[in-house]
């Protein structure tokens, strides 16, 4: 197969989340679907990223995953696979893999078990592996993540790879979430070197440096608001519910709402001393005045202002505490007993 790989890559590319089943193993169709709706976002595809628990998978597990992808027509120019692993053979091979397979380049680790690795190791690592696969169709992107590898790559060592290899080193994954690398990188200004930021966060700053773009973990998410479906109008199916009027009039609580009539109809028990909403339910039938504090029979005179000797108070709104339940409108469903648009708490 042809690579893509001729055109270096830019824009927002997305370490896609591996599926697994419920054996551990890989799930390839889910993985398959997620790919799909990710590149109708205008998202690249860095499988095999960190957020893809790529150190998690074997070698085979790997390449079989992308002979799925590309079997099922997931564009290879869109794709970026990770393919550094401590071992060198497993890195030519996956490599070489992800090449024949046509994807526009490979993310690549340094081997990142042994830690104080010279940039002269370094160097001979990856040289080692662009020899070996040897393909002028190959286009590396070096994956810069200290934090989690504690191998680092260091612009002297980008310096070098890009002077040897300057068609094939096509670029960083800057994920040391240090600004000022990501920055210093930028002003190599190597020939079209092509620097991704690690996080979204430094995105607008990377691109008007004159960077390619971000890898991030969260452009896996759908930003969109979620659809919120309004209430069902009075001669809907559904069953409009209003508040009873006083506590006498209002039917038994239960903790959770009862089940919906097949006829979709509902009246309101005609004694406050009927059974919980649901017949099945095992709730007491007590009448609500014998579960209910007795209601205060004599109100208070109302507090005038020359009683007062002073101005009306005035009600002040309640602070609202960062740990306190809040108390707001959620939409529910046709299906459900409670009425729409009812208060419910919720803890933000």
């Known amino acids: 197969m042809a690579n893509a790989g001729s055109e270096r890559m830019s824009g927002v590319l ?12 890989p799930d390839a169709d ?3 679907r997620q790919c799909q709706w990710l590149l109708s976002q205008n998202v690249g595809l860095a499988v095999f990223g960190t957020n893809s628990e790529a150190n998690s998978l074997s070698i085979e ?3 079989m995953l992308l002979d799925r992808l590309v079997d099922a027509g997931i564009d290879t120019s869109r794709m970026m696979p990770g393919t550094g692993c401590c071992a060198l053979t497993e890195t030519v091979k996956l490599t070489q893999h992800a090449v024949n397979l046509g994807c526009a380049g490979t993310l690549m680790l340094p081997p990142f078990y042994y830690k104080g690795v010279s940039d002269d190791g370094l160097f001979a690592s990856f040289a080692e592996v662009i020899e070996r696969v040897g393909s002028s169709s190959l286009r590396v992107y070096l994956y810069h993540i200290p934090p989690v590898s504690q191998v680092g790559i260091s612009l002297d060592l980008i310096e070098r790879l890009v002077k040897a290899y300057p068609d094939t080193v096509a670029g960083v994954k800057d994920s040391s979430g240090d600004w000022d690398n990501t920055n210093a990188m930028l002003q190599r200004r190597w020939d079209d070197f092509r620097v991704f930021a690690g996080a979204e966060t430094f995105l607008l700053q990377n691109m008007r440096g004159g960077g390619a773009g971000c890898i991030s973990a969260t452009a896996a998410s759908d930003s969109r608001p979620p659809a919120r479906s309004a209430p069902p109008a009075p001669d809907s199916a559904a ?7 006083s506590p006498s009039a209002a039917p038994a609580r239960r903790c959770s709402p009862a089940p919906m009539p097949a006829d979709g109809s509902w009246s309101q028990p005609a004694s406050s001393t009927a059974a919980s909403w649901d017949r099945s339910s095992t709730w007491s039938t007590a009448s609500v005045s014998e579960r209910m504090p007795a209601r205060r029979t004599q109100a208070k005179p109302p507090v005038t202002q020359a009683a007062a000797g002073r101005r009306p108070i005035r009600a002040r709104p309640a602070k609202m505490s960062a740990t306190a339940p809040q108390t707001q409108p959620l939409w529910l469903s046709p299906k459900n007993t409670m009425p729409h648009r009812m208060p419910v708490t919720v803890i933000t």
């Open 61 to 63: 597990e790997k390449m």
């Open 30 to 32: 889910r993985l398959i």
């Open 14 to 25: 997305c370490p896609v989340i591996t599926p697994f089943d419920d054996r551990l193993s």
């Open 239 to 245: 069953t409009s519910f209003t508040t009873p009027a």
